[in-house]
């Protein structure tokens, strides 16, 4: 198909809230919240004996959607609004897929739901492992040696 449609863009953001939040339910995920903080929203839960958070950037008026020109035009105003809520529309549909494949994945025995979600884990002192590793990964790549964690695991 071609044309202008995006896969995703059909289901709002509300609609893919409720699938996220059933898919956890379903899962026996406990705890579900969403919420939101600037550009940024999350969605958190508890499962298998561990808190989760997912945060997403959502889009703004900036960046790729930031206005140009006389801004005093409603038209423009009114288009650049449609864009930017379809392409959060998307972001939400792709995140409730994502999270109902891990889940699908947990479920089957394939892996584990901390595996499926290991960067969302929320560690003591409130912060994801995403968190307290992407510093850590970034030094290892820009100096080309492997990461130090204090500690080498024994077999």
Do not use: C
Request: zero cysteines; aromatic letters at 8%.
């Amino acid at each position: 198909m071609t044309g202008p449609y995006k896969r995703g863009d059909s289901f709002s953001s509300e609609a893919s809230r409720k699938h996220i939040m059933q898919a956890l339910s379903n899962y026996g995920a406990t705890d579900v919240v969403f919420s939101q903080r600037g550009n940024l929203s999350a969605v958190a839960f508890r499962g298998g004996g561990r808190q989760f958070r997912i945060v997403m950037p959502l889009l703004q008026s900036e960046g790729e959607f930031a206005l140009r020109g006389d801004v005093a035009d409603g038209r423009l105003h009114e288009a650049h609004a449609k864009r930017l809520e379809r392409a959060n529309r998307k972001s939400w549909h792709a995140l409730a897929v994502a999270i109902e494949a891990k889940l699908e994945a947990a479920a089957a025995g394939i892996a584990t739901l901390e595996s499926e979600f290991l960067a969302h884990v929320v560690l003591p002192g409130n912060r994801t492992v995403l968190d307290q590793l992407e510093p850590i990964i970034d030094s290892a790549y820009r100096s080309g040696l492997p990461p130090s964690f204090g500690h080498t695991a024994v077999p």
